[in-house]
């Protein structure tokens, strides 16, 4: 979560803590396989990883 070190620095504060945003799908339109910059592939890793945690650890809150 983006904002993770700041809650548990105290600095932020959960206000509505049973409220979610409503699942989505996200879209990356890119050129395919290897004729991609290696940045925007190390871009959509980076990207999946990220939501893939998001997602574990929102699953088992």
């Given at each position: 979560?983006?904002?993770a070190s700041a809650l548990a620095d105290n600095r932020?504060?959960?206000v509505l803590p049973h409220w979610m945003v409503a699942r989505?799908?996200?879209y990356a339109i890119t050129v395919a396989g290897r004729d991609?910059?290696?940045r925007?592939?190390?871009f959509k890793?980076?990207?999946r990883e990220e939501l893939a945690r998001l997602r574990e650890t929102t699953?088992?809150?």
């Open positions: 979560m983006v904002a932020l504060q959960v989505a799908q996200l991609a910059p290696a925007v592939r190390v890793e980076f990207v699953d088992s809150a």
